[in-house]
Every structure is written in structure tokens, then in C-alpha cells.
């Protein structure tokens, strides 16, 4: 396999994804129309979503979205505004202290460019956002993307590379503006 295919679709792999991500989708549907008072329905859910409790002091303001739940790796403190999107099959670590805005998408999985393999293969990498990075609004953080600690990734921006640390990021393909 070359450094361009994850997973070939159709395979046992990707069918047994598919079975999970079924079953996370109908788990967050739930969730989703919990009242938002009923933290030991969510904590419940959650725990089935991530097959273990959500660390201490982590806040996650439904609706939340994950395909998988398996691969998402969340640290202490870590909050989570409302109607985030997680693809994390390909693996998402979030660092203590991560702060997420709404509308945010962490997308680890694609499809190769080329036509004909782009319906024979997932292509994937995972994401790693080192501690107390702020992810603004809407910003979109693609497959392989490493953010070091203390950045911030400007509300809208749509992050392709790696984020040195202590640094601001902007833009529909976000550059590095300012570091300190």
C-alpha cells in the first residue's frame, strides 16, 4: 500500500468500521436530544461513544458529532463548544486544556484525488493539538495536522499544516500570521 491509501473499501477493516460507525451515529443521535440539564445521561453516553468516561473536567456542549469514538484521545480540561464534527477513525488527541469553538470539524479520513482510486480507498492520517491551544469557530483541521501548544487557529480557518506552538493562524487556508 502505498503512503497515499489508509484503507481499501470493502475490505473486512472498512466493513467493521462501518458497523461502528453505525452504531456511534445512532449513540449521538441519542445524545443529541438529551435535555441539556441530564449530565448523568450524557456522561452514560459518552462513555459508550469514547468505551471509557470522559476525563475529569472535560466540557462537551451537545450536539456532538463522531463517527468512531474510539480513537478520540481527549485530555483534562478540554471543552468543546456545540455542533462539533470529529472524524476520528485515523486517531485525534486533544491536550489538556484544548479549547474548541462551535461549527469546528477535526477530519482525519479522505479520499484519494485520483478518480479511480478515490472509490477503492480511504486515505487518513491522525491530529494531534498539543495543550491549551484555542481553536476559534468554524475553523476546520484536516487529516495528518499537528498544532503545537499554545496556538490559536483563527475563527473560519481551514488548517491543511502544522501549527508551530505560540503561534496565530488565519485564513481559508490558514498561514501562520504572528508568533510570539
Given at each position: 500500500?502505498?503512503?497515499?491509501?489508509?484503507?481499501?473499501?470493502?475490505?473486512?477493516?472498512?466493513?467493521?468500521?462501518?458497523?461502528?460507525?453505525?452504531?456511534?451515529?445512532?449513540?449521538?443521535?441519542?445524545?443529541?436530544?438529551?435535555?441539556?440539564?441530564?449530565?448523568?445521561?450524557?456522561?452514560?453516553?459518552?462513555?459508550?461513544?469514547?468505551?471509557?468516561?470522559?476525563?475529569?473536567?472535560?466540557?462537551?456542549?451537545?450536539?456532538?458529532?463522531?463517527?468512531?469514538?474510539?480513537?478520540?484521545?481527549?485530555?483534562?480540561?478540554?471543552?468543546?463548544?456545540?455542533?462539533?464534527?470529529?472524524?476520528?477513525?485515523?486517531?485525534?488527541?486533544?491536550?489538556?486544556?484544548?479549547?474548541?469553538?462551535?461549527?469546528?470539524?477535526?477530519?482525519?479520513?479522505?479520499?484519494?484525488?485520483?478518480?479511480?482510486?478515490?472509490?477503492?480507498?480511504?486515505?487518513?492520517a491522525p491530529i494531534d493539538v498539543a495543550e491549551n491551544v484555542w481553536i476559534g469557530a468554524g475553523a476546520k483541521i484536516l487529516p495528518?495536522?499537528?498544532?503545537?501548544?499554545?496556538?490559536?487557529?483563527?475563527?473560519?480557518?481551514?488548517?491543511?499544516?502544522?501549527?508551530?506552538?505560540?503561534?496565530?493562524?488565519?485564513?481559508?487556508?490558514?498561514?501562520?500570521?504572528?508568533?510570539?
Amino acid at each position: 500500500m502505498t503512503s497515499d491509501r489508509f484503507m481499501r473499501i470493502h475490505s473486512p477493516e472498512f466493513q467493521a468500521m462501518s458497523e461502528r460507525v453505525l452504531r456511534v451515529t445512532q449513540l449521538t443521535s441519542r445524545l443529541n436530544v438529551l435535555p441539556f440539564e441530564d449530565e448523568a445521561g450524557k456522561a452514560e453516553l459518552f462513555e459508550q461513544i469514547l468505551a471509557r468516561p470522559l476525563p475529569p473536567k472535560v466540557t462537551i456542549h451537545p450536539p456532538f458529532y463522531t463517527d468512531h469514538g474510539l480513537q478520540l484521545d481527549l485530555a483534562e480540561r478540554v471543552f468543546i463548544n456545540q455542533n462539533c464534527t470529529f472524524l476520528d477513525y485515523a486517531g485525534i488527541r486533544l491536550g489538556e486544556r484544548v479549547m474548541v469553538g462551535p461549527n469546528v470539524m477535526f477530519l482525519t479520513l479522505g479520499h484519494p484525488v485520483d478518480p479511480g482510486e478515490r472509490r477503492e480507498w480511504l486515505t487518513g492520517a491522525p491530529i494531534d493539538v498539543a495543550e491549551n491551544v484555542w481553536i476559534g469557530a468554524g475553523a476546520k483541521i484536516l487529516p495528518g495536522v499537528s498544532i503545537g501548544r499554545d496556538a490559536v487557529i483563527a475563527a473560519g480557518s481551514v488548517v491543511a499544516d502544522d501549527v508551530p506552538p505560540a503561534s496565530l493562524v488565519t485564513g481559508g487556508k490558514a498561514t501562520v500570521r504572528r508568533r510570539w
